[in-house]
């Protein structure tokens, strides 16, 4: 819990797996979870585990939070890294466990960051259940799909796939800017003050 301006925040970390480093927030609330299939969420998540980090699941959990981090500990053991030189999302490693600990996106204006369930340390409240499962035609793993009940199914945000994942109610407000002053900084600013961003091609 902090402080700030005569308010009282339900803070929370979010931290690699060995505690090298990570971030506070000010909200322990994410807005959003979403089950995705993508491509590049899974090439990124098998690329740290080649290195050392986590086996990762086919269909990876993404909790969403609001980026406002009032305090960041151990930058020199963080590293970003982009899949590609078009790349539109930024994620950011732990380089002694490569645990990935946050993922900015130009989609996310600065209002938000995400990070991978089950692949770094939280006091997150995670039981905020995923309200929906995006990219699924690039899931290499389809019988995962069989799998879903109760979820809507986005397969490749198609325009009237588009219209559909805008409209589901947990989606809608879940990007938006915050409401409230902002405490800290966004997690586009610590990544601006660690060294390089890392190309993998």
């Not at 199914?153 to 800017?177: D, H, M, P, Y």
């Not at 966004?186 to 961003?197: D, N, P, Q, R």
């Amino acid at each position: 819990m902090v402080f700030f301006e005569s308010h009282w925040f339900m803070s929370a970390k979010i931290t690699c797996r060995c505690g090298a480093c990570g971030f506070e927030i000010t909200d322990d609330q994410p807005s959003l979870s979403l089950l995705c299939g993508c491509t590049d969420c899974r090439e990124a998540l098998e690329w740290c585990a080649k290195k050392g980090g986590l086996e990762p699941v086919s269909l990876p959990e993404l909790i969403y939070v609001k980026s406002d981090i009032v305090y960041t500990f151990g930058l020199e053991f963080m590293q970003a890294f982009q899949l590609r030189h078009n790349a539109r999302s930024t994620r950011v490693y732990c380089k002694e466990c490569f645990s990935v600990i946050g993922v900015d996106h130009k989609s996310y204006r600065d209002n938000v960051f995400m990070f991978f369930k089950d692949h770094c340390v939280t006091t997150c409240d995670l039981s905020i259940k995923p309200s929906v499962a995006i990219y699924l035609k690039e899931l290499k793993d389809t019988n995962q799909i069989r799998k879903l009940k109760n979820i809507p199914l986005i397969l490749s945000f198609s325009k009237k796939e588009t219209q559909q994942f805008r409209s589901i109610k947990a989606v809608a407000g879940s990007f938006n800017e915050i409401k409230r002053p902002r405490y800290g900084q966004t997690l586009k600013s610590v990544i601006k003050s660690i060294s390089v961003i890392e190309i993998l091609n």
